[in-house]
């Protein structure tokens, strides 16, 4: 009989966190040896660039001491023995150079086997096996060509083209001229020359033309007037320069070239090192960071067990118990506010089940969370319906204040129209303000719960008359000075709305400026717009609060945001962005706060005509008590 088993599902926590741990781990690893072996591939390259310099630079040496030798064994060849003291010497220190090079790559020995052989023929087989030894030296070093060895092989190729031509030139200072084809040759190997300083200048860096310009510094004026001579002595032509002086005028210029030669080398090999130290520190990090990986995943998975398994449990029973908890309350609440009637669809989506409950964790804590969001919406809901009942309730309040204000505006101008005694006309006329502050006040409470007023003209109203019936609407009117320069006409459907905004700016200037101080008002056309300003001369306001009543006047903050005392501003912001106008404040010049208002065009039944700064202002009479 066969017995099926199946594997647990969903698996166990400890499985689901045992192979993320896992995978995780290989994959660092895998990133890491990856890492590690592109490390090592450039740690190898940089050795190999350090390798060869220094190959490069021990052959340099020996082609340096070949160079030396060629020059003083021609001298010898061509009949100066004075040459012959200074020729052991150099055959000595080439003796010198070619063991240290065998000794690093034997493989150079065949290119130098001739050698030897040269030193007893004639200057010019000698030349030749000079020549052809340092080529095979040269040909050998430069073979295989890492980044940066280019400039480097040009400036050797230039010394060794210098050195042939001091090696020509000394023969036939020594022999007194030249014959046709040393003087061909001498041509040659310039030419040859300035090619490779050429070459130079193009492939080195900026330090390595630095380096080169320097060198040729060492080339002298005795030098070059030697050089010109033998240039000029073709056809047999009598030289008459001394050897020996020409001999001791290039040694300074050709160890001027060899310290290019170093300095270039250096500049290859420089990085090649640092690379290499980068490289080996980088795989030591790698080689800590990978055993840390496999060493420490295990500890971590066990520890990640114990730390996820206790919590989620945790977890599911406090998620469970403030469910309930926020259930309550919001049926608590619901009863203190008298809402009894139920949301049948938000009844419904509430009742909806959640997930299943399992062995599994994870889905309790699912099960258990869902339930709690299910309160928080419930929650929202209760309290969106309980703002919007609020807002309901102040509009139909605001209406019923506006109306109660019409009704007594009505019937105090009943009452003004038959009185003449001028005492109870005055005080008929305060009661008469003060009812408008009152509808003022209970329209601020419809402008900031979203509602028009319903005060409509149809007629266009001048600026002038616009701001008389926002000062009919503020106390202590007879301290504001109305200066106007040019009025253009309000359309009607906005007046009330316009005057409401001046009422509230004017107000604040009157609040926040000392009772025995004036308001000034002043309207002026100017760019289409009609702009108003309103300046106080009171304590004036800090930069960081001037930027926060900005910020109300554009709207951008909510009026149920504390102080409640500047509730002004955000109904004046409310009417703003209603009627596209833009309000702002600033310091003003001397003292106090200024208030300026920009009516658009569209707000206008006549385009305002543009300024005329030279008409003086005309104070309206009537307005002010100055």
Request: proline share 5%; with cysteine; charged share 25%.
């Amino acid at each position: 009989m066969t017995v099926s088993r199946r594997l647990p599902w969903p698996p166990p926590v400890r499985a689901r966190l045992a192979l993320p741990l896992a995978v995780s781990t290989l994959l660092l690893v895998a990133g890491l040896g990856a890492g590690a072996a592109d490390r090592l591939s450039a740690r190898a390259d940089a050795t190999g660039t350090v390798r060869h310099v220094g190959r490069a630079l021990a052959a340099q040496e020996l082609v340096h001491a070949l160079q030396r030798e060629r020059g003083l064994a021609l001298g010898v060849l061509a009949g100066d023995d004075r040459f012959a003291a200074d020729l052991d010497a150099e055959r000595r220190a080439t003796d010198r150079a070619r063991a240290r090079l065998d000794a690093a790559t034997p493989g150079l020995r065949t290119a130098l086997a001739d050698i030897r052989k040269a030193r007893s023929a004639t200057a010019q087989e000698a030349f030749t096996a000079y020549t052809g030894a340092i080529s095979a030296l040269l040909d050998a070093t430069f073979a295989a060509r890492p980044g940066g060895m280019q400039a480097l092989e040009a400036i050797s190729r230039a010394k060794e083209a210098t050195s042939q031509e001091r090696a020509l030139v000394t023969a036939a200072f020594t022999a007194g001229s030249f014959t046709s084809a040393g003087h061909l040759g001498l041509l040659q190997v310039r030419a040859v020359k300035a090619d490779a300083f050429a070459r130079f200048e193009r492939l080195a860096t900026p330090a390595g033309r630095a380096a080169l310009a320097r060198a040729q510094q060492s080339h002298t004026p005795r030098l070059a007037a030697m050089e010109r001579q033998a240039v000029d002595g073709s056809g047999g032509a009598p030289l008459s320069a001394s050897p020996r002086a020409w001999h001791h005028a290039t040694i300074g210029y050709d160890d001027a070239l060899r310290s290019v030669q170093r300095s270039v080398a250096e500049e290859v090999r420089a990085p090649a090192l640092a690379a290499v130290e980068r490289a080996t520190r980088h795989l030591v990090m790698l080689g800590a960071l990978g055993a840390l990986l496999v060493l420490g995943m295990p500890v971590l998975g066990v520890l990640a067990w114990r730390s996820v398994l206790r919590p989620l449990r945790r977890l599911s029973d406090h998620a469970g118990a403030l469910a309930d908890t926020l259930a309550d309350q919001v049926s608590r609440v619901a009863q203190e506010h008298g809402d009894d009637t139920p949301d049948h669809a938000l009844a419904a989506r509430l009742q909806e089940p959640g997930p299943g409950r399992h062995a599994d964790e994870f889905a309790e804590v699912a099960g258990a969370l869902g339930d709690l969001h299910r309160s928080a919406v419930r929650l929202a809901a209760e309290h969106t319906a309980l703002r919007r009942v609020t807002t309901e309730s102040l509009v139909d309040l605001g209406v019923r204040h506006r109306n109660l204000a019409h009704r007594q505006l009505s019937f105090i101008s009943v009452l003004q129209h038959n009185e003449s005694d001028p005492a109870t006309l005055a005080r008929l006329c305060e009661l008469d303000r003060l009812t408008s502050r009152m509808r003022r006040n209970a329209e601020s409470l419809l402008v900031l719960a979203g509602k028009r007023g319903a005060r409509r003209s149809s007629e266009p109203v001048p600026v002038a008359d616009v701001l008389r019936l926002a000062l009919t609407e503020v106390e202590d009117h007879h301290r504001v000075t109305l200066r106007v320069v040019d009025g253009a006409p309000v359309r009607g459907a906005v007046v009330a709305e316009v005057a409401h905004l001046l009422a509230e700016l004017v107000e604040n200037a009157l609040t926040y400026s000392p009772p025995d101080s004036e308001v000034e008002v002043w309207a002026r056309a100017d760019e289409g717009e009609c702009r108003i300003t309103i300046t106080d001369h009171g304590i004036g306001m800090t930069a960081e609060e001037l930027a926060t009543a900005n910020a109300r006047l554009r709207g951008a903050e909510s009026f149920l945001v504390p102080p409640t005392r500047c509730l002004g501003h955000h109904v004046v912001g409310r009417l703003a962005e209603r009627l596209g106008v833009r309000v702002w404040l600033h310091e003003s010049l001397r003292c106090g706060v200024t208030a300026r208002v920009a009516l658009p065009e569209e707000l206008l039944a006549v385009r305002p005509s543009p300024p005329r700064p030279e008409q003086p202002p005309e104070l309206l009479g009537g307005v002010s008590a100055r």
